[in-house]
């Protein structure tokens, strides 16, 4: 990890990217009770890990073989709380724009919107 990505990663951390880090993990157990939620859950853990580390970390799409059934997941995700996630990334990553030190606190904020508007067929790299 470069020295600037860390540093990145240590001032999200500090100022919210913990809890909201918490917020996502804690989501993704409550969805792993339920075998209908596993999938879900999944993801939420996904979306967390990135949430933890967004400096260096990118996200990409998973041409694996989960087919017709990631669309689905994802029309559902999307309906239940994605849409909702996603203008919150949106919005706080307009309001870090506002400041030069925000635009790359910004733009991690811009990279979870991708993530959180349809995790099913993302992986991280």
């Known amino acids: 990890?470069?020295?600037?990505?860390?540093?990145g990663n240590i001032i999200w951390l500090v100022f919210g990217g913990l809890?909201?880090?918490?917020?996502?993990?804690?989501g993704g157990l409550v969805l792993c009770l339920?075998?209908?939620g596993i999938p879900f859950g999944l993801q939420c853990f996904?979306?967390?890990?990135?949430?933890?580390?967004?400096?260096?970390?990118?996200?990409?799409?998973?041409?694996?073989?989960?087919?017709?059934?990631?669309?689905?997941?994802?029309?559902?995700?999307l309906l239940c709380g994605g849409l909702w996630t996603a203008i919150s990334h949106i919005f706080f990553g307009i309001l870090l724009y506002?400041?030069?030190?925000?635009?790359?606190?910004?733009?991690?904020?811009?990279?979870?919107?991708e993530i959180s508007l349809m995790p099913f067929g993302k992986r991280l790299v």
């Open 1 to 7: 990890m470069a020295p600037f990505n860390l540093l």
């Open 19 to 26: 809890f909201s880090a918490l917020g996502y993990f804690i």
């Open 34 to 36: 339920t075998i209908v």
């Open 98 to 113: 506002l400041s030069i030190i925000g635009i790359p606190f910004g733009r991690q904020h811009f990279k979870l919107v």
């Open 46 to 77: 996904k979306v967390g890990f990135l949430v933890l580390a967004p400096f260096g970390t990118q996200v990409v799409s998973d041409t694996g073989s989960t087919g017709c059934f990631s669309v689905l997941f994802n029309i559902i995700w």
